[in-house]
């Protein structure tokens, strides 16, 4: 009865998106299909990434590479069309009286051009960038000073996440800002129910649900935002810590594990005839770890830590062997097509001597060999399966399940990670693994329910990396250092940043830097690989390859090769722009080098001028490569309250929350839940029914519906 009241209250929030005022059924589809926003409450949730602070404006010729978005006046000195078909572009320049600044567009040219007037006056917005030095602003917003008011604004304006597509169709951030307006219109706050128990708000002081998704958009002040934001985080970490009490009880109540009792001969043969080297000690404690575990009839569900290049991958193979050696399949599921295969590869290689099958599905795995793998995996004739997202999918199914491995855990969430539950009907042995160093109470608490393992030792004979900070001004030295390393025999990469809200901009300035690459290394005597985010499988497949086999002596590319990439003749990593990458991925890219015997080098390269905070990034990585102290410097740098550093960590599914940077939040969290969940462990009292709902209807809810 309860219940039905509950859930008739909130029902506006399930209207279609289409029936909003001022979206229609073309907009609509837009929304659906570049921000998943299917309903009102899709688009209540479609938080802005930050606010900007309209009053302030900067001087052009104070601009560093520490600011992220400014706002400048200038006068418009000079205007023109430069470029041929696909890298044609309108180039601006805008002066005050401190200095210039360039620019550019690449899309609507025309229409731009036909809008702004050489000799007048502008307010001008957008996201700063450097390039060879010099400070660009790429599709930024202008306003002419004569015909508006604006100068005059004072306010927090809420600035949405967009793709580029919606923002050629007139529904840019603004427009988004609009809609959010409009929302809030037609709901009120009983649409907007609590759902944390009153006692809950009133001992830790948050806001209630209605006032911070409110405020959170449309802030009147900064204080208001933060305590909006703390709400939201709050509640993002209270119920995951809820959910993971619940996943564990109902673990230890319904879900008896896979034996596996013994280690047989793929095993013991792999380990004397097939394995390449003498594995470290740590490694081989690990094994023994996960070996005991496996063997207790309790579903294992552990966590490996390892530092990049700890040699994890290692242990998830012989730990699959151990799989097979009791008659179980296995699988390892990686967060990229390009990691899957290097797996693959490497799998394949490693285990054909002992005659034992390996098979690769990724999404873009055609049949019949698609159909013939999900046979095989379903008949059990298959035992050893690699893979990406495309292995939790409903199509796949295994005969009998008996070892889930996640690699780079950290970029999947626990959603996908209990999919893989699923696959058997007894829960197989979870083996998760990642390379981002979080301290052991935090991560007990971060994942709840997990055993930890670690190692922490390096296989011997690395040379330590070492890592240098150059300013923009120094590159053809760092280049000619590159063409010497080149010459002998060794490879290069140069990573380029990976801006969130524009996929656009980011090709541009991979396709800049590439060319700019290119000129120092023509070919025929030195030949690049190029790997980005637009390129399908097939393409970054053939580049990749190209490089790993020493067709190609450079790889550019953006992030996507941030995990987990071997390549051990590469020496030298360049990170271009340096500055706009947090320290655990500036960690994690250079832990792609120094992965043979050979010294290895990895240069920072940024904008003269990087804000106090970057510098000390940056000296860090230059004074340790040690990443458990770069994560807790991490820690200390990056400090609560940053929106948009806060979702790159990524270890959990939350849009605002960081284990890292909430931990004080994120302990008052798993208090409130232990306490609750010790005084109402089924969540059955008349208090608790409005949480308990949520708990079943939320999104993301699987499979923890199965508990209720
Ligand atoms: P990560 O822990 O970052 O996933 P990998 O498993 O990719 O690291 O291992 C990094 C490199 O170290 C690989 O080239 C691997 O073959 C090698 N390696 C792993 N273990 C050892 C070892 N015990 N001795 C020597 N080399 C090793
Ligand atoms: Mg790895």
């Known amino acids: 009865m309860i219940q039905k009241k509950i859930s008739s209250l909130s029902t506006i929030l399930k209207n279609p998106i289409e029936y909003l005022k001022g ?8 929304l659906k299909k570049e921000l998943e926003i299917f309903t009102f409450e899709d688009l209540l949730m479609h938080f802005p990434y930050r606010h900007l602070d309209r009053t302030k404006i900067e001087m052009i010729g104070s601009l560093d590479a520490s600011m992220e978005y400014v ?24 002066r005050d009286k401190s200095g210039t600044i360039e620019m550019a567009w690449f899309q609507g040219i025309t229409w731009v051009q036909k809008a702004l007037t050489v000799g007048n006056e502008y307010l001008v917005f957008g996201r700063l960038s450097f390039f060879l030095g010099r400070p660009q602003l790429s599709h930024p917003e202008i306003e002419s000073l004569r015909d508006s008011n604006a100068a005059g604004k004072a306010f927090l304006e809420p600035i949405y996440p967009v793709t580029e597509k ?14 959010v307006q409009q929302l809030f219109l037609v709901i009120e706050q009983k649409d907007l129910p609590e759902f944390i128990p009153s006692s809950i708000i009133k001992k830790r002081q948050l806001f209630l649900r209605w006032q911070s998704l409110r405020a959170i958009h449309f802030p009147e002040n900064t204080s208001q935002f933060e305590k909006a934001v703390e709400r939201i985080k709050f509640e993002e970490l209270f119920i995951s810590q809820l959910r993971l009490s619940l996943l564990r009880s109902a673990r230890s ?59 994890k991958t290692i242990v998830a193979l012989m730990s699959m062997l151990i799989a097979v050696d009791n008659g179980f399949q296995s699988c390892i599921m990686a967060p990229t097509e390009i990691l899957a295969k290097q797996h693959a590869d490497h799998f ?23 159909k013939k793998i999900l046979e095989q995996t379903q008949n059990g004739a298959l035992k050893i399966l690699i893979g990406t997202h495309a292995l939790i999918e409903d199509a796949v199914k295994f005969q009998q399940l008996g070892l889930a491995v996640v690699d780079e855990q950290h970029k999947f969430g626990v959603a996908q990670r209990a999919k893989l539950w699923e696959k058997s009907a007894i829960a197989p042995h979870m083996l998760v693994m990642t390379a981002t160093p979080i301290p052991r109470t935090l ?73 700019n690459v290119k000129a120092w290394f023509p070919e025929p005597n030195y030949w690049i690989s190029m790997v980005h985010g637009r390129m399908n499988a097939d393409q970054k497949e ?9 067709d190609t002596q450079i790889m550019v590319s953006t992030t996507v090769i941030e995990v987990g990439v071997n390549v051990p003749n590469a020496t030298v990593m360049v990170i271009e722009s340096a500055e706009k990458f947090g320290l655990s991925q500036l960690h994690q890219l250079r832990g792609r080098v120094g992965r043979g015997s050979e010294k290895s080098y990895c240069i920072l390269l940024s904008a003269n001028g990087v804000g106090k905070e970057a510098k000390e990034r940056l000296s860090v990585m230059c004074m340790t490569n040690d990443g458990f102290k770069i994560a807790e410097k991490d820690l200390e740098l990056r400090g609560p309250g940053d929106i948009q550093g806060t979702r790159q960590s990524g270890a959990l599914e939350f849009k605002l929350a960081d284990i890292v940077a909430d931990k004080v939040l994120l302990e008052f969290a798993k208090q409130d839940a232990d306490l609750l969940l010790s005084n109402d462990p089924d969540l059955k009292l008349p208090d608790h029914e409005s949480l308990a709902y949520y708990l079943r209807n939320a999104k993301s809810q699987h499979p923890w519906a199965k508990i209720s």
């Open 253 to 311: 109540r319904f879900s008896k594990g896979v034996v596996f009792s013994k280690v047989g001969e793929a095993f013991n043969r792999f380990y004397h005839e097939c394995l390449p080297y003498e594995l470290t000690g740590a490694q081989k404690r690990v094994l023994k770890e996960i070996r005991m575990d496996m063997g207790t009839g309790r579903q294992m569900n552990r966590l490996l830590q390892g530092d990049v290049g700890s040699g």
């Open 348 to 370: 394949k290689e490693l285990l054909s001597p002992l005659g034992i099958e390996v098979a690769l599905l990724t999404g873009s795995t055609r049949s019949p060999e698609r």
């Open 23 to 30: 979206v229609g059924p073309l907009r609509a589809d837009l």
């Open 166 to 179: 919606l923002k050629a169709r007139g529904l840019n951030a603004k427009a988004i800002a609009k809609l």
């Open 443 to 515: 991560a007990m608490t971060a994942y709840g329910d997990l055993d930890y393992s670690v190692i922490d030792e390096l296989p011997p004979g690395r040379t330590p990396i070492t890592t240098v900070h150059r300013l923009d001004d120094a590159r053809p030295q760092v280049m000619e250092f590159i063409r010497s390393e080149i010459d002998a025999g060794r490879q290069a990469y140069f990573i380029f940043p990976l801006i969130e809200e524009s996929e656009k901009l980011q090709y541009e300035d991979l396709m800049r830097g590439y060319e």
């Open 71 to 94: 706002q400048v006046r200038g006068i418009i000195v000079s205007m023109e069309v430069v470029g041929e078909r696909r890298s044609k572009r309108l180039i601006v320049h805008l």
């Open 542 to 550: 053939v580049n990749m390859r190209r490089f790993v086999e020493r």
